[in-house]
């Protein structure tokens, strides 16, 4: 296993348009996580998921993305109309169980650009 | 509110001790990790400790924290320029689970 694994790398779209990322966590860890980072911030929680439930989302997740885990493996986060300010870096991160105790595996990222 | 800062830069030279700082608001955090992010790559957990302890050591690093002052801090012992990278400390509640970082400190390590 090479760990959790991002797709694409890098993503350029205009903006209104929809974009949607993949991220495929590592085997056999039930908790995945959405976060984003925008430049000289700390990467900020927007979604994680327990198998295939999506359990908590910030309020930073506006009406326009969705995120799902539809068999409890790989998970899409999709970004509908997208906006200038939706341009970051979405981080992937999977654990086994979401203990509090459990560290976190990231992936290396999905970079957005809205023109 | 809950809200982790960090100073945003540090410059040492190689072979010197850094010491990264910390302060968090939130007083039900339960566990404080500390994060390293190389360029483009993900974020790697580096270490955390449990806020019932003071201190834990783990090879170079020693990680720092006084609770009372909801403080922590990170010290790398014969700083090598490897380690060059944004360093980011990270805080977690006992009832959510998801993880509230800092902005991040930039070290930068001269040979």
């Known amino acids: 296993d090479t760990g959790v694994s991002q797709n694409p790398r890098h993503k350029i779209t205009k903006r209104g348009q929809n974009v949607t990322f993949r991220c495929d966590p590592i085997?056999?860890?039930?908790?995945l996580y959405w976060y984003r980072q925008t430049l000289g911030q700390g990467p900020e929680f927007l979604t994680y998921?327990?198998?295939?439930?999506?359990?908590?989302k910030s309020r930073l997740l506006s009406d326009r993305f969705s995120a799902e885990r539809p068999k409890g493996s790989f998970s899409t986060l999709e970004i509908q109309r997208t906006e200038q300010g939706d341009s970051a870096m979405y981080l992937c991160?999977?654990?086994?169980?979401?203990?509090?105790?459990?560290?976190?595996?990231f992936g290396s990222g999905t970079q957005l650009s809205v023109l | 509110g809950e809200d982790v800062e960090q100073s945003l830069f540090l410059s040492v030279r190689e072979g010197d001790s850094s010491v990264i700082n910390c302060t968090y608001t939130?007083?039900?955090?339960?566990?404080l990790y500390w994060y390293k992010q190389e360029p483009g790559a993900g974020l790697q957990l580096l270490t955390y400790?449990?806020?019932?302890?003071d201190m834990k050591q783990d090879q170079r690093l020693t990680v720092l924290l006084n609770k009372k002052d909801k403080h922590l801090s990170l010290r790398i012992a014969d700083t090598q320029t490897g380690d060059s990278a944004i360093y980011f400390c990270?805080?977690?509640?006992?009832?959510?689970?998801?993880?509230?970082f800092g902005k991040g400190t930039t070290l930068s390590v001269s040979s």
């Open positions: 991160a999977s654990s086994p169980n979401g203990a509090v105790s459990e560290k976190l595996f």
């Open positions: 085997s056999e860890h039930n908790r």
């Open positions: 998921f327990q198998n295939e439930a999506q359990l908590e």
């Open positions: 939130d007083s039900s955090s339960t566990y």
């Open positions: 400790i449990f806020s019932n302890m």
């Open positions: 990270a805080e977690s509640r006992q009832a959510g689970t998801a993880l509230i």
